[in-house]
C-alpha cells in the first residue's frame, strides 16, 4: 500500500509563502489524483485542491484561487502544495491523501505568527 | 459543492454501547464514494470505511457503514474505549472532496 510522507513542520511569517512536499512510497505515484487538505486548531477538514500527478493539471478550491498551487515532481514521486500571502488563519496542519486507496500523510503543521 | 451534515455533533455513551452517526449529503454521492474516518487529537484521519459500507484493511468489524444516495450512517456495535474519537465523513465521488464536520463521540 502506497504510504505517503510529508516535509517537517514550519514557522512562517505573515505575508510569507510556504511550500509543502508529500512523499509517496511507491512507484504508483501517477495512478490517482493527489488531493491537499488543512485542518486549524479545533476545527474540520477542509479541501485545498487536488492535483493529476500525470499531466500536472490542477483544481483548486475557490476559497484558495490565486493563493496555492499545487506541483508535482514524478521523477521522486513527490507533490507540493505552496501556499502564499499567509495569515495567521492560515496556521493548520496540512495533509496530503490519495485517491484511489484514499491514504493520508502524517500532517504538517504550518504556524504563522509574526 | 456536495455539503455534508453530519448528527448529532457530540454523542455522549458508554463503553459497551451502540452508537449511531449520520451523515446526510445536499446532493446524491456518486457511485456511493461515501468514507468516514475516526480521528484521534494529534493524529491523520484515519480510514474506516469506504464506498459507504466497505470497510478497509484492519478495521474490527464492530464498525460498518450504510446507506446510499443522500443518507448514509455509521454504526459501532459496541464501543470499545479506543473508540472515544472525533469521526468525519467524506464524499469523494465529485472532482472537489467534501466533508462533514464531525462527530465527537465522548465517554458518558
Known amino acids: 500500500q502506497v504510504q505517503l510522507v510529508q516535509s517537517g513542520a514550519e514557522v512562517k511569517q505573515p505575508g510569507a509563502s510556504v511550500k509543502v512536499s508529500c512523499k509517496a512510497s511507491?512507484?504508483?505515484?501517477?495512478?490517482?489524483?493527489m488531493h491537499w487538505v488543512r485542518q486549524a486548531p479545533g476545527q474540520g477538514l477542509e479541501w485545498m485542491g487536488r492535483i493529476t500527478p500525470n499531466s500536472g493539471a490542477t483544481n483548486y478550491a475557490q476559497k484558495f484561487q490565486g493563493r496555492v498551487t499545487m506541483t508535482r515532481d514524478t521523477s521522486i514521486s513527490t507533490a507540493y502544495m505552496e501556499l502564499s500571502r499567509l495569515r495567521s488563519d492560515d496556521t493548520a496542519v496540512y495533509f496530503c491523501?490519495?485517491?484511489?486507496?484514499?491514504?493520508w500523510g502524517q500532517g504538517t503543521l504550518v504556524t504563522v505568527s509574526s | 459543492e456536495n455539503v455534508l451534515t453530519q448528527s448529532p455533533g457530540t454523542l455522549s455513551l458508554s463503553p459497551g454501547e451502540r452508537a449511531t452517526l449520520s451523515c446526510r449529503a445536499s446532493q446524491s454521492v456518486s457511485s456511493s464514494y461515501l468514507a468516514w474516518y475516526q480521528q484521534k487529537p494529534g493524529q491523520a484521519p484515519r480510514l474506516l470505511i469506504y464506498a459507504a459500507s466497505s470497510r478497509a484493511t484492519g478495521i474490527p468489524d464492530r464498525f460498518s457503514g450504510s446507506g446510499s444516495g443522500t443518507d448514509f450512517t455509521l454504526t459501532i456495535s459496541r464501543l470499545e474505549p479506543e473508540d472515544f474519537a472525533v469521526y468525519y465523513c467524506?464524499?469523494?465521488?465529485?472532482?472537489?472532496?467534501?466533508f462533514g464536520q464531525g462527530t465527537k463521540v465522548e465517554i458518558k
Open positions: 491523501a490519495r485517491e484511489g486507496s484514499l491514504t
Open positions: 511507491r512507484k504508483t505515484f501517477t495512478d490517482n489524483y
Open positions: 467524506q464524499q469523494y465521488g465529485s472532482s472537489q472532496w467534501t
